[in-house]
């Protein structure tokens, strides 16, 4: 792949401003079930519906570059206006065939957090009918990547790292967000994309390098790391499709061990990551312990969304490599998969989310299942931060003359055996955060409702405590851990 030219970027950034297949523009044109069937992978509504519309240069260039369409010159032409299509074909994005071109990326509309419109050119995929996938191919923005993207803090400022940018669109993200970038991946093609993707989305303040892990970055250090590493899991035996977007070529989960144990060396004080991964249970412990062993005296909070056995990941990752079901060649691939966990002793393996900061002595490691709203995922974790650390500097006498007030999004469940008086469970649940709910006893239901920003958290449980004939001192011990926890877990919050 040749350098990415930066002026013909520009001038297709251009059009795209005027004939893009922007989200708003296809739904116009298809209707919203036919566009919603081409996030669920199924390109054929949309296809019969864009042909249906052949003169409109937003439809041509939705079918050259959203679903891979061979398409004709002329349709093309009429959508390029400043590139042109020999201008297409040297910037790399097309290539010329006759009377018709064929695409060679895919640029597809994506929406950043702050409602900004924006593309992304990646690697043509299956939903341009591409299989299998070429070795390096270069992944576009899927579910890991708006996760990771939906985890960042939504503010930042000084530098941050993007390890394994593939197309850049963390680089971006992180860029939108207040910080100076630096995009690394072992991958040229991957920084070609994400040098094309600066570009596209009129960004400057991403320097992009090329080296393994932290290579690129030796002896420097970061305000905010973020990552999306190649962490699946991968037998390293012959005949199994070894993709550099998705594994790093490290048995088992080295690749993320050695992601996780490098960031220390590399973050500033009061620095922060934010990374997704897979981790395996096995002789070594389990997942979340080993990746305890893994962060070398960073605070650390581990989140496995998901836990699968062996025979369910497995079938994951064949199926994301695009083999099915029912083939010879899925049945070999599975094999492999459970051969290699049966040979390390493998047991289970944990798929989730590792936020890092230092000096914040936060050591939790937990599964959280449910449904997680990502609108402000990113803020509620960079709170959570900011949270522990405060907490760290405050002794129970500090907590107890503090203020606090119960967060907006919190509502209380409780349930009564019938016929009985008082509730047999009462339920505190939030609407955002992680989208926790917890039980708690009459006296912690009591502290929480009256925290209304006004009395101090002291005051309130001495309060309680002769309402409930309780001893004021048993009820500070076993309710200001508690709040220490609610504090943290974003029901309340200082006032
Ligand atoms: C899962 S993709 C993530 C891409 C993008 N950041 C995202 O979130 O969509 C992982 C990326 O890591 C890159 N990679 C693989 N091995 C690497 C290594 N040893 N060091 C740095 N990057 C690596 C791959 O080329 C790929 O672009």
């Known amino acids: 792949m040749v350098g990415m030219d930066a002026t013909l970027a520009r001038r297709l950034a251009g059009d795209l401003s005027i004939f893009g297949p922007s989200d708003a523009r296809v739904r116009g044109l298809i209707g919203d079930p036919a566009a919603d069937a081409v996030l669920r992978g199924d390109a054929a509504p949309a296809r019969a519906a864009l042909r249906s519309a052949p003169d409109d240069p937003v439809a041509a260039l939705a079918r050259l570059f959203v679903l891979g369409d061979r398409m004709p010159v002329a349709a093309v032409a009429a959508a390029l ?95 939108r967000h207040g910080y100076e970038v630096v995009a690394t991946d072992v991958s040229e093609r991957a920084l070609w994309f994400t040098r094309l993707n600066v570009v596209l989305n009129d960004l400057d303040g991403i320097e992009v390098r090329r080296g393994s892990l932290f290579d690129p970055v030796a002896g420097e250090r970061f305000a905010l790391i973020a990552s999306n590493p190649p962490f699946v899991v991968t037998p390293r035996s012959d005949g199994v499709p070894q993709y550099e977007y998705r594994d790093g070529g490290a048995t088992g989960d080295a690749l993320m061990a050695q992601v996780v144990s490098g960031i220390v060396d590399h973050l500033e004080p009061g620095g922060s990551a934010r990374l997704l991964g ?159 709910t917890i039980d708690v006893d009459p006296a912690l239901a009591a502290l929480v409702g009256a925290c209304d920003g006004e009395l101090t958290a002291g005051v309130l449980i001495d309060a309680i405590a002769e309402l409930l004939e309780a001893d004021a001192a048993r009820l500070r011990a076993e309710l200001l851990p508690a709040a220490r926890e609610l504090l943290f877990t974003g029901f309340l919050s200082f006032a």
């Open 278 to 436: 897979n981790w395996e249970d096995g002789p070594g412990g389990t997942g979340l312990e080993r990746v305890r062993g893994w962060t070398r005296g960073l605070g650390a909070w581990v989140i496995e969304r998901e836990h699968l056995d062996p025979v369910r990941y497995a079938e994951l990752w064949v199926r994301d490599g695009g083999t099915r079901p029912g083939t010879r060649e899925h049945d070999t691939l599975v094999e492999a998969w459970l051969d290699d966990f049966a040979r390390r002793g493998v047991t289970g393996i944990g798929l989730g989310w590792v936020v890092l900061a230092a000096q914040t002595g936060l050591d939790r490691f937990e599964r959280v299942a449910q449904q997680v709203d990502p609108a402000h995922l990113g803020a509620h974790l960079a709170t959570a931060l900011e949270t522990v650390a405060h907490l760290g500097r405050l002794d129970d006498g500090g907590l107890a003359a503090s203020v606090l007030q119960v967060a907006g999004d919190v509502t209380e469940a409780r349930h009564h055996v019938p016929g009985s008086d008082s509730p047999s469970v009462i339920e505190l649940r939030q609407g955002g955060g992680l989208g926790r």
């Open 81 to 175: 206006l400043a590139i042109g299509v020999d201008g297409a074909a040297l910037l790399g994005v097309l290539r010329a065939e006759g009377e018709h071109v064929v695409p060679l990326v895919a640029i597809r509309p994506h929406a950043f957090d702050d409602g900004a419109a924006g593309w992304i050119a990646s690697d043509l995929d299956e939903l341009a009918g591409v299989f299998p996938l070429r070795s390096d191919h270069v992944l576009g923005v899927g579910g890991a990547g708006r996760t990771l993207a939906a985890m960042l803090p939504p503010e930042g400022a000084g530098r941050a790292l993007d390890l394994g940018c593939g197309c850049g669109v963390i680089a971006l993200h992180l860029r």
